[in-house]
């Protein structure tokens, strides 16, 4: 088993180890990149937020493992909206949540970082804009936000994907930022991945047919190496970058303790992204860099 290597930030930036660790594992996990009172400003938000959110109106589940939020318009229209998706076991038979809203979230999607000030403060970081250079980047462009709760007891699976599925460019550009909140431990689900898989194919790809349907095309049947993954644990702060291509996971939550993370996925803007990828924004939201 491989073992994946933790580097802290400094005053020079992303170091040639660094990048050498990316180049070749295909995720770089830097311990403390954002701060204690960061991350607790962006919980605090959140549950402002969720204050809001009235699950009597909308009451679509989010799961890997289903994927029948691919056929809700709440789903689908939700690139340039803060929506509220909840955990398959948060409703019972008839639909009624099981436990308060607070404890029923799966996550809130997909645009944060534009329409939240908070938010917007937490990921317009010149750090991330001098990083995602480093790695290749020429011209960055926030494309998506999640706030993943992955809540104590029922916080569902995440199963073996790569980022490009869901956000495909030509050539291939897109990178994953994820943001420890709270600890990320084995008991409360955290990360998982194949260190290297990323030099593999692109096994599928989540986009819209001919019919205007959201579909899984199925581009590689190599199957994934899971029984090479190694744990990604991450303390409360910790940066996990994730290259678009690299396979990653995460178990179910059945701890008493909740697992929340901040995800940041930025493209090239030099590359085409493909227009019949699910993410769609208005003509009035254009995407912004870092900075």
Known sequence: MSEIPRFTWGAGGATPAMLEAYRRDGVLVIDGFKSAAECDRLIERADILVDGFDPDQERTVFSTTSR????ADYFAGSGDKIRFFLEEEALDGEGRLTRPKHQAINKIGHAM?????????????TRLDDLARALGQTQPKLLQSMYIW?????????VCHQDSTFLTTDPLSVVGYW????DATVENGC????????KG??????HYDGAGRLV?????ETPFEEDRKVCLEAPKGTLIVLHGSFPHLSGPNRSPKSRRAYTLHVIDGACTYLPDNWLKRGADMPLKGFV
């Not at 992955?150 to 995440?158: C, F, L, R, S, Y």
């Not at 990360?191 to 990323?198: A, F, N, R, T, Y």
């Not at 194919?201 to 989540?206: E, G, K, P, T």
């Open 150 to 158: 992955k809540p104590p007891m029922i916080g569902g699976e995440v």
């Open 179 to 182: 943001f420890a909140l709270e």
């Open 191 to 198: 990360m998982w991945g194949i260190p290297g898989g990323h």
């Open 201 to 206: 194919a692109l096994r599928n790809r989540f």
């Open 68 to 71: 029948a939020h691919a056929a």
């Open 216 to 220: 899984t095309e199925k581009l590689d």
């Open 113 to 125: 970082h534009d329409l939240d000030p908070v938010f917007d403060a937490f990921s317009h970081d």
